[in-house]
């Protein structure tokens, strides 16, 4: 057992040295996902589903609060729904998979497994809109979609993944541009408040918006490797979809008028951003608030008497509170144990042994800081959701401090270079729009515009690229 | 407005004379789901879904009680993998859709869309299976399916419908039978608890049985017009998978041994069963506990001085409690409104008018009995939750009673063919256990074997059809 401890974390891939590798251990160790026998798609395994389930009991009580209701549309669009918005169609047919065999027969007309699901929304909609008095529909379903990726990594980039997507419909373009940005704050709220992730609000520029859209708005996250994480997005799409799907309403004043439509999604890439945002060398990290499970109970010497009684009884008692787990395995030591679930970013472990229950403690070990402290057993439930707490505030701070340390300000192409070679991470430039600067900064820099913040600052007269000038500040970054 | 409160009821077929019809009315009418451009498949509406959720809820809660964990495995299976066990594929063959063609080549392989996961979870309990240690694996994923029905009906028969599949790996036999059994008895709490149709439990004949199963297992239920409905399954597979799919395990002996399992699943089709278990000629009768709304306030007199107010803090001292609504429209009459929400099958309708106002009291509507009683307001919200209860009660009651009534016992075809064009319903008889009679049942009288029920009744000593001495009590019923 000895050497199987020892060996235990060096199985990891040391995170500063190979971060991709260090992900895919991490993956495959602290069992979130496997790959399968259809290439390019993941299973995935409970540990890694029930981060996925936490995230959308709370994402889907926020979307509740505001009026969201779900519905379920079918996975295959025929392909002249498919091809009704033409920009639409240019963004995605390169990447969809098709059915062109059902029942044995050769279909008349292929369908197509959604990649997103607009054109069948707007399909629907023209069907459910008639009315003033019909409006607004928010709508989202919860589902698989599939996109054919040629390079793909576990949750980051896979063909099939799990999310939600919102659609709905308005009376006014006012409306729907509020409830754009509504569904970019909650997105916002999620990440920060359940995930510990700080987020870049922002607009995409021209060239990184959504096929189709007037507008895309993004959440950006920024992982433990400086690169950026595009964590969720935000639709406006005024009447492009409206007008070639024929949503028509019967405005107050009588008229027949197209209406205003939105979509907006985050999808199982969120398990992903948590894994890069927080792990480390000892493996995953995971905050409090989406964790599987918060606290694991290990009993040392675990054969003596009253032990496993009293490390049974501290977890029941525990597990009334929190997501409590107990580790009674008996073919490997407490120190495997501990690497175990280090590894699989418990915030807090305790462990009970003799002479603990001698003196009416328990030793509390936190995932974060790997602090130590001795707890009074009458104490215990309190002091853990009390570090649980600070756990989540902790995780979310050094993910702030790490942000605001990549972040660097660059007015000249020279400084972008150095700047993002040395520290990857945001660069924030004064930028003239033109999609040819933005072009030429992916080409020397292999960064991408992440967004024209909202919280835009002044950093000069001029565009980082062309020097002529510049219109608006923006954020760029090399992405995942 | 008052045009439309007259046809509003009589817009739905009446149930006695067009069951079909009638169930296709109350699918569109009450707003739970609607045709789609992807022939075969419907649109789930919120309404719909909602029910579909609560479901989910109470089943999933039931299921994690057990010990099953939640994963999720790709929705294409490559043609290889679904090949490999024989019966399953010639069962499934005819109706698998195939997607062909993805990021725009032709495949090498081509994929089906999971007609159901045995072949998926299989391949991946092969490579996560080693030692005793690793048994049992519970696990289940909600997901859509899709299979190339000819014929479709909304809920009943969808190309695609959402479903859960449970699939599991056992250490022994006895192990894998018990929880074969034990998930079927959950299928019974589910579905009388929440839905509150009574079912009939059994095993199916072998002929009915799953391609690919050892034993079927399942939970029938009868529908307001006699005709059978199979509302869920739960199959023990023995070794049928294990070995092609080379699952095998180091026993607790040190030896090789081949696993055992099973699998079992609900689908979105119990939303039918609840539509024609419950209906009447007023529309749709939701139970209770799954009803997306449990009690709506309707004002009467609305404009006048008080109501809506009045009204409205009504609704939100329920709406602590239970799950309420509020009706404000300004666009249609009281009148109007009772019958809609009649026809979306509102267990309870909360009536006030500024007399009521006056008295202190409200008027309180059951849906199942259209009964209508006064209640003073301070006692409104005990009121509510007693009558909640009651209904859920008296909906199980009425089924279980139409279940008796239309339960029959034949000892030879001439009784068989009389009792189900008299009755439809259950018809009860002894068999000989040969396929030979079943298929001639069927032929004769269009009725299927439903189950060799668990609660088995000596009815004599010969088959029903062949006169030849009888293995065992069958029931029959002409089915959806």
Same mark, same amino acid.
């Given at each position: 057992?000895?050497?199987?401890?020892?060996?235990?974390?060096?199985?990891?891939?040391?995170?500063?040295?190979?971060?991709?590798?260090?992900?895919?251990?991490?993956?495959?160790?602290?069992?979130?996902?496997?790959?399968?026998?259809? /290439?390019?798609?993941?299973?995935?395994?409970?540990?890694?589903?029930?981060?996925?389930?936490?995230?959308?009991?709370?994402?889907?009580?926020?979307?509740?609060?505001?009026?969201? /209701?779900?519905?379920?549309?079918?996975?295959? *669009?025929?392909?002249?729904?498919?091809?009704?918005?033409?920009?639409?169609?240019?963004?995605?047919?390169? &990447?969809?998979?098709?059915?062109?065999?059902?029942?044995? #027969? !050769?279909?008349?007309? /292929?369908?197509?497994?959604?990649?997103?699901?607009?054109?069948?929304?707007?399909?629907?909609?023209?069907?459910?809109?008639?009315?003033?008095?019909?409006?607004?529909?928010?709508?989202?379903?919860? +589902?698989?979609?599939?996109?054919?990726?040629?390079?793909?990594?576990?949750?980051?980039?896979?063909?099939?993944?799990?999310?939600?997507?919102?659609?709905?419909?308005?009376?006014?373009?006012?409306?729907?541009? #509020?409830?754009?940005?509504?569904?970019?704050?909650?997105?916002? &709220?999620?990440?920060?408040?359940?995930?510990a992730?700080?987020?870049?609000?922002?607009?995409?520029?021209?060239? !990184?918006?959504?096929?189709?859209?007037?507008?895309?708005?993004?959440?950006?996250?920024?992982?433990?490797?400086?690169?950026?994480?595009?964590?969720?997005?935000?639709?406006?799409?005024?009447?492009?979809?409206?007008?070639?799907?024929?949503?028509?309403?019967?405005?107050?004043?009588?008229? &027949? !008028?197209?209406?205003?439509?939105?979509?907006?999604?985050?999808?199982?890439?969120?398990?992903?951003?948590?894994?890069?945002?927080?792990?480390?060398?000892?493996?995953?990290?995971l905050p409090p608030k989406v964790a599987?499970?918060q606290v694991?109970?290990?009993?040392?010497?675990?054969?003596? !008497?009253?032990?496993?009684?009293?490390?049974?009884?501290?977890?029941?008692?525990?597990?009334?509170?929190y997501?409590?787990?107990?580790?009674?395995?008996?073919? +490997?030591?407490?120190?495997?144990?501990?690497?175990?679930?280090?590894?699989?970013?418990?915030p807090i472990?305790?462990?009970?042994?003799?002479?603990?229950?001698?003196?009416?403690?328990?030793?509390?070990?936190?995932?974060?800081?790997?602090?130590?402290?001795?707890?009074?057993?009458?104490?215990?439930?309190?002091?853990?959701?009390?570090?649980l707490d600070?756990i989540q505030?902790?995780m979310?701070? *050094?993910?702030?401090?790490?942000?605001?340390?990549?972040?660097?300000?660059?007015?000249?192409?020279? #400084?972008?270079?150095?700047?993002?070679?040395?520290?990857?991470?945001?660069?924030?430039?004064?930028?003239?729009?033109?999609?040819?600067?933005?072009?030429?900064?992916?080409?020397?820099?292999?960064?991408?515009?992440?967004? *024209?913040?909202?919280?835009?600052?002044?950093?000069?007269?001029? +565009?980082?690229?062309?020097?002529?000038?510049?219109?608006?500040?923006?954020?760029?970054?090399?992405?995942?």
């Amino acid at each position: 057992m000895s050497n199987k401890d020892n060996n235990f974390v060096k199985d990891i891939t040391n995170i500063e040295e190979d971060f991709a590798q260090w992900y895919t251990d991490i993956v495959l160790k602290a069992d979130l996902a496997d790959y399968t026998d259809t /290439k390019g798609c993941i299973a995935i395994k409970p540990y890694g589903y029930e981060i996925w389930e936490n995230i959308q009991k709370y994402a889907d009580a926020k979307f509740k609060k505001i009026g969201v /209701k779900n519905i379920y549309l079918p996975v295959l *669009i025929p392909e002249s729904l498919l091809n009704k918005e033409k920009d639409h169609i240019e963004g995605f047919a390169p &990447e969809v998979a098709w059915v062109t065999i059902g029942g044995q #027969e !050769e279909l008349e007309e /292929k369908l197509c497994i959604r990649p997103t699901s607009e054109t069948m929304f707007s399909t629907m909609f023209s069907k459910w809109v008639n009315s003033w008095r019909d409006l607004p529909i928010i709508t989202n379903q919860w +589902c698989n979609v599939l996109r054919w990726e040629k390079e793909t990594r576990p949750f980051l980039r896979s063909r099939e993944f799990l999310w939600q997507e919102g659609h709905t419909v308005h009376e006014t373009e006012k409306e729907a541009q #509020e409830l754009t940005l509504k569904m970019l704050d909650t997105y916002k &709220e999620v990440i920060e408040e359940l995930l510990a992730i700080p987020v870049l609000q922002g607009r995409k520029t021209p060239k !990184e918006q959504f096929s189709g859209a007037v507008a895309t708005y993004t959440v950006e996250t920024l992982m433990h490797d400086g690169r950026a994480l595009q964590a969720g997005t935000s639709h406006y799409f005024g009447q492009n979809f409206t007008k070639p799907f024929d949503i028509k309403f019967q405005n107050r004043e009588g008229k &027949e !008028e197209y209406a205003y439509q939105t979509s907006w999604g985050i999808s199982t890439r969120l398990i992903g951003a948590v894994i890069m945002a927080h792990g480390d060398n000892r493996g995953l990290k995971l905050p409090p608030k989406v964790a599987p499970i918060q606290v694991v109970v290990v009993p040392i010497a675990q054969h003596k !008497e009253g032990v496993e009684e009293k490390a049974t009884e501290i977890y029941n008692k525990l597990n009334e509170k929190y997501r409590a787990h107990i580790d009674l395995r008996d073919n +490997c030591s407490p120190g495997y144990k501990f690497n175990d679930w280090e590894m699989r970013g418990i915030p807090i472990r305790i462990e009970i042994g003799p002479r603990d229950i001698e003196n009416g403690v328990a030793m509390l070990v936190r995932r974060d800081t790997l602090e130590k402290q001795e707890v009074k057993l009458d104490e215990l439930e309190e002091t853990v959701g009390k570090i649980l707490d600070e756990i989540q505030t902790n995780m979310f701070n *050094i993910c702030k401090e790490r942000l605001e340390k990549k972040t660097t300000t660059a007015t000249n192409l020279d #400084e972008f270079v150095k700047n993002i070679n040395e520290n990857q991470g945001y660069v924030k430039t004064m930028w003239c729009g033109n999609d040819e600067c933005e072009d030429k900064i992916k080409e020397l820099t292999g960064a991408h515009s992440r967004c *024209i913040p909202f919280n835009q600052e002044h950093l000069g007269d001029t +565009c980082v690229c062309c020097g002529k000038k510049a219109e608006t500040m923006v954020v760029w970054g090399r992405q995942y």
